[in-house]
């Protein structure tokens, strides 16, 4: 009995290849012999991961992960598909699914309004794919997302990998795989798996042996539309066949996904594990007729199949700061303290506790550390601070340690009865501290000087006596200053010890912490140019020169980060609030810290409106001579990523068994880390001077975009890391504008992509780092024209690859030097 055939099934192979070749790089197909039977050609489909995101789709069908197979011809039949052929759909994986808010229609108000009960939550496993379906009524085919079989350079590839599990669920279940092949043929389904074994390929959750192998989370009818059974019947069919369980829960609405996810977001834990994150299950009903700010209509077909994916940063971060924390201590040259790391690795319990165990651990014994700074030992030392963890004193001492660890507030305990209080903001330009510190002082009635007040040559002097001065007046004095270095902090510090009354230093933190630093310049940016002429000095460069923006990076650069030793206690500010919530955040921090009587509600209202209409007392002239151009070398996308958070997840510890090139990857990775090599501020070069005047419209095209009060964002999905050994850089696989800037910004930015030549799209890319300084960075470039062509440039040497999923990053043009 074979499965019925399909005529809309074969239409869409025949689609897929019409598509295929007139759009190459929107849709690929690979041919594999079958292993199972070298007779029979099977089909991978890959599409363009970037035009998931498009709506409407340019594909004619969403699955992500699809193999085909050419159907025999029978009499009179001939002329039917491609090259008088029908298709089979052998093995089908779900339709691309979003995390919440990648995608407009996967917002918690769109999935409101275009889905319906029940939502099943399953675990999101921290693995790879596996499809195993009916190559013919006795024979299987076993693959991953995209190949089959042997894979080159590689010893077992996952497909193989996932294959000797089935083959021992089959033995152990005293089961064929024949009686598998005939169960999935007449029913026509693929059956859906994530591969977790450690020994294997290590991801950053690791599994128990009993949780080691296939773990089954999906049953796919192989058709064209989406359709996929419920997981009773999945979890009966992992136990029939041996399968691991994947763990489920239902829930009947969004707002109950919503907090559900919330919840366990906060720990990163379910049932006393740590997790992904969860992919949840529904159906689409009636989209939507007009899409709003809040509510988009989803792109998929009323009734069908809908998945959307809730994903916790957590627990790779938390791990990421246990080793950048640890690297510190082990670096540091006077006694090893939890005082001298930076505040904003310190903010959960779970790393406070860490922190306390690893120093006691380094003092004990420091063998096992000796290579841990050259990326050894990591993951062991870990592993055996979670061992200590799952202890009843390890558990004991973390319930202790979550009592505070939602506090945005912290607070030395060194038994002084303080009487004055210095507030020292630690920010940026852009980040709002003036803002606050003009609300504090109306609220409370605090001294408040401003560094930017002060005329004299020589400043610091002039502004830490008018702290001084200010301090025989009042019992709060905010020292209204940037406050970004060590030394400045240290200067409020000498204050306070001179004083005549115990005086302490409260900080209004406004960290950079793990944002893109690319990330901070725009918010920063922005609200200088908001606040235009309205401050003493920094004021608002609308012109293409955007002189402020050269100020905000000072800062960027040289700021050094906060540690706990440096004040008595610190308000966690955030750059990204708004001024209503920074406020409230700073009067809560001051009420609990100096013990100040809370105020109303209206008496808050009434410190922003004052807020509002602030004006400086003192205003600096313009410096003569401004330059009225940005005297760019060359304009780029500044792309907002942080390079080490993800690429560190690909090349941080790779499989046991990787293969000669991945393991170089890696430790060139480790050589970039090590080096301080990879780049803080990342960018995709797109038009250089040296280029004029064979480029000169797309220059002008920068240039305009640049000159917007407001520039349009773009994002950009990147492709492959690529690295030989000397330069690594990772592929611009395509840019487009993003959807709600301006009508002028829309335009141009439309423009400019238009602009965009094909040989020039094939060169743009980031470049990761070089081995040395003596390696410039152009070779980046170099690398990916000759990694596209298959070919191996002069000076470049050979070039390695990898291939990454599912990276989007935005930015703005922007001129450089």
């Given at each position: 009995m ?6 809309e099934?074969?239409q869409?192979v ?7 070749k ?17 007779s029979?050609?099977v ?11 498009d ?9 992500r992960?699809i ?19 029908k ?17 407009p ?6 999935l409101?309004?275009?889905t319906?009960a ?6 999101k496993s921290?693995?790879c ?8 009524q006795?024979k299987?085919?076993i ?6 079989g042997p ?5 077992l590839?996952?497909?193989q ?11 152990q279940?005293?089961?064929?795989e024949?009686q598998?092949?005939t169960?999935l043929?007449?029913?026509n389904?693929t ?24 773990h ?8 064209k ?8 019947d999945?979890d ?16 009947n609405s969004i707002?109950e ?5 919330s ?24 989209p939507?007729t ?6 988009q209509?989803?792109?998929y ?35 090893m ?31 096992p ?7 050894k ?15 009843e ?6 319930d ?12 030395k ?7 004055k209080t210095?507030i020292?903001?630690?920010a ?8 606050v ?6 609220i409370?009635?605090f ?34 200053k940037n ?5 400045h ?7 306070a ?34 606040r ?12 293409a ?14 700021t ?7 004040v ?20 809560d ?19 922003l ?7 400086p ?7 003569k ?9 060359y ?50 070069t797109?038009v ?15 240039a ?15 492709g ?5 050994d ?27 992509l ?10 743009l890319?980031i470049?990761?780092?070089?081995k ?14 000759a990694?596209r ?5 002069p ?23």
């Amino acid at each position: 009995m074979a499965p019925t055939f399909s005529e809309e099934d074969s239409q869409l192979v025949d689609s897929l290849f019409k598509l295929s070749k007139k759009s190459p790089k929107l849709v690929k197909s690979s041919p594999y012999p079958a292993p199972a039977d070298s007779s029979i050609i099977v089909r991978s489909w890959k599409m363009n991961e970037f035009k998931y995101y498009d709506i409407p789709t340019p594909f004619p069908t969403l699955a992500r992960g699809i193999f085909t197979v050419e159907l025999p011809e029978k009499a009179g039949e001939k002329g039917k598909g491609d090259g008088g052929q029908k298709h089979r759909i052998v093995a089908r994986g779900y339709d691309k699914f979003f995390n919440i808010g990648e995608v407009p229609w996967t917002t918690w108000p769109s999935l409101e309004a275009h889905t319906a009960a029940p939502y099943t939550l399953s675990l999101k496993s921290n693995g790879c794919i596996i499809f195993i379906a009916a190559l013919t009524q006795s024979k299987l085919l076993i693959t991953s997302k995209h190949s089959i079989g042997p894979v080159a350079g590689s010893p077992l590839s996952h497909a193989q990998a996932g294959e000797q599990w089935l083959r021992k669920y089959l033995e152990q279940k005293g089961r064929t795989e024949e009686q598998l092949a005939t169960r999935l043929w007449e029913n026509n389904w693929t059956a859906v798996a994530e591969l977790c074994d450690d020994s294997f390929e290590e991801h950053v959750l690791p599994y128990t042996p009993e949780k080691t192998g296939l773990h089954l989370h999906g049953l796919n009818v192989s058709t064209k539309a989406f359709k996929t059974l419920p997981h009773e019947d999945i979890d009966a069919f992992a136990d029939e066949w041996g399968f691991i369980r994947t763990p489920t829960l239902t829930l009947n609405s969004i707002p109950e996904v919503k907090t559900f996810t919330s919840e366990i977001g906060k720990t990163g834990q379910w049932n006393g594990e740590a997790v992904e994150g969860f992919v949840v299950r529904t159906h689409v009903t009636e989209p939507p007729t007009a899409a709003g700010k809040s509510v988009q209509a989803s792109p998929y077909t009323p009734g069908s199949s809908f998945f959307f994916k809730v994903k916790f940063d957590e627990p790779y971060m938390m791990y990421r700061d246990w080793r950048e924390v640890t690297k510190s201590l082990l670096s540091s040259k006077g006694p090893m303290s939890a005082a001298n790391l930076p505040k904003s690795k310190m903010k959960r319990p779970e790393t406070k506790l860490y922190v306390r165990w690893v120093i006691n651990e380094i003092k004990r014994d420091r063998t096992p550390f000796a290579e841990f700074t050259k990326g050894k030992g990591i993951i062991a030392t870990r592993e055996r601070f979670l061992k200590w963890l799952a202890s009843e004193q390890g558990r004991t001492d973390l319930d202790k340690a979550k009592k505070g660890s939602e506090e945005t507030v912290t607070v030395k305990d060194n038994h002084t009865t303080f009487q004055k209080t210095i507030i020292v903001p630690v920010a940026i330009p852009g980040c709002g501290k003036t803002a606050v510190s003009v609300a504090l002082a109306h609220i409370f009635g605090f001294g408040h000087t401003q560094s930017d007040d002060v005329q004299a040559k020589k400043a610091a002097p002039v502004f830490i006596q008018n702290v001084r001065t200010l301090l025989q007046k009042h019992d709060v004095v905010i020292a209204d200053k940037n406050n970004h270095l060590r030394q400045h902090r240290q200067a409020l510090r000498e204050v306070a010890q001179k004083n005549g009354k115990p005086t302490r230093l409260l900080a209004l933190n406004w960290t950079i912490g793990d944002r893109p630093q690319a990330t901070v310049h725009r918010i920063c940016g922005d609200r200088i140019l908001e606040r235009g002429e309205n401050h003493q000095t920094l004021r608002a460069d609308a012109t293409a020169a955007k002189s402020h923006e050269d100020v905000i990076w000072m800062f960027i650069n040289t700021t050094e980060e906060l540690t706990s030793s440096e004040v008595d206690a610190v308000v966690d500010m955030d750059m990204e609030e708004g001024l209503e919530e920074a406020v409230r955040r700073a009067v809560d921090g001051c009420v609990r810290v100096i013990g100040l009587k809370r105020p109303s509600d209206e008496k808050i209202a009434e410190a922003l409106e004052v807020v509002r209409g602030y004006k400086p007392s003192v205003k600096k002239p313009d410096e003569k001579g401004k330059k009225k151009d940005n005297g760019a070398r060359y304009y780029g996308l500044l792309a907002e990523i942080d390079l080490e958070d993800v690429l560190g997840k690909k090349l941080e510890t790779p499989p046991k068994d990787a293969d000669k090139a991945m393991v170089r990857a890696a430790e060139f990775w480790e050589v970039l880390t090590n080096g301080k090599r990879v780049a803080k501020r990342p960018h995709v070069t797109v038009v250089h001077r040296n280029s004029l005047p064979g480029e000169q419209s797309l220059w002008d095209l920068c240039a305009a975009l640049q000159g917007l009060p407001q520039p349009p964002l773009f994002k950009a999905r990147l492709g492959n890391v690529v690295w030989n050994d000397r330069v690594m850089a990772v592929t611009v696989d395509d840019l487009e504008v993003v959807e709600g800037e301006s009508g002028e910004g829309t335009r141009l930015g439309n423009d400019f992509l238009q602009g965009l030549k094909d040989e020039l799209k094939e060169r743009l890319h980031i470049t990761v780092g070089t081995k040395n300084p003596n390696v410039p960075a152009v070779e980046g470039k170099g690398l990916i024209e000759a990694w596209r062509k298959g070919i191996t440039a002069p000076g470049v040497g050979t070039a390695q690859s990898m291939k990454l999923d599912n990276v989007v990053v935005h930015g703005r043009i922007k001129g450089l030097n």
